[in-house]
């Protein structure tokens, strides 16, 4: 899954540190090839995060990512949240479908750092 646009600038360390830092993380597996992750990140009670959902190109529109996403929403941590918040550069069509939706009053901000 290194080609996706997800893994394609990222550095395995780096990757290895934010699956870390993640309260959830599922996989999906065929034998031995993984097919599909994800992983979320909660306070516990008010907010939780999904991140990075990815599925192997071949797999896309099998239900792999469906699956990842309905075991994180699943998850104690995020399952307890008041909000659940999905994070995607091109996959707003992906979550509307799992029933996700604009959130007209909040905007993400983005702080960029000086290099």
């Not at 009670?45 to 699956?67: E, F, K, N, P, S």
Request: with cysteine; charged share 30%; aromatic share 10%.
């Amino acid at each position: 899954m290194d080609n996706s646009f997800w893994g394609r600038e990222r550095r395995l360390a780096g990757l290895l540190r934010c699956l870390r830092g993640s309260d959830v993380i599922v996989s999906t597996w065929d034998g031995d090839d993984l097919v599909a992750v994800g992983r979320a990140t909660s306070d516990g009670i008010y907010r939780a995060v999904l991140w990075d959902v990815v599925v192997r190109q071949d797999w896309q529109g099998r239900g792999a990512g469906r699956a990842v996403v309905n075991r994180l929403l699943a998850a104690p941590a995020v399952r307890r949240a008041e909000r659940v918040y999905a994070m995607t550069t091109h996959g707003m069509g992906f979550y509307q479908r799992l029933g996700f939706h604009e959130e007209g009053k909040q905007r993400l901000m983005l702080f960029r750092k000086e290099s």
